[in-house]
Nanobody, 126 residues
Framework: QVQLVESGGGLVQAGGSLSLSCAAS????????IGWFRQAPGQEREFVANIRWSSVITYVADSVKGRFTISRDILKKTVYLQMNSVKPEDTAVYYCAADRATDQVIAGQVYAYAYWGQGTQVTVSS
């Protein structure tokens, strides 16, 4: 079992920055992938970025590439999503998720992740 708790959401103006945190607990994260996803009202949950815990290899969606960065702190067992140059279309509930590193998990397939946090709201004002 992996427990995940997101924090850091809030209201930010377009063009600004925000940093989200995902604190993990439970079993070892070796050979796991931690991902960030988001869901806007009336839309499906979509992949944002993920990081392989052991190798630190990252994968970022085209929609946020160059603006969002994912990283992790081993000692704090925490994954971060640094959001820069945010846009109103970035408004959503942001979730972190985790699971063992399979091809589908690495590819960011929503259905492949078994462990989810409760989500944190990010609102970007124009």
């Amino acid at each position: 079992q992996v427990q995940l708790v997101e924090s850091g959401g809030g209201l930010v103006q377009a063009g600004g920055s925000l940093s989200l945190s995902c604190a993990a607990s439970g079993r070892s994260l070796n050979n796991h992938v931690i991902g960030w996803f988001r869901q806007a009202p009336g839309q499906e949950r979509e992949f944002v970025a993920n990081i392989r815990w052991s190798s630190v290899i990252t994968y970022v969606a085209d929609s946020v590439k160059g603006r969002f960065t994912i990283s992790r702190d081993i000692l704090k067992k925490t994954v971060y999503l640094q959001m820069n140059s945010v846009k109103p279309e970035d408004t959503a509930v942001y979730y972190c998720a985790a699971d063992r590193a399979t091809d589908q998990v690495i590819a960011g397939q929503v259905y492949a992740y078994a462990y989810w946090g409760q989500g944190t709201q990010v609102t970007v004002s124009s």
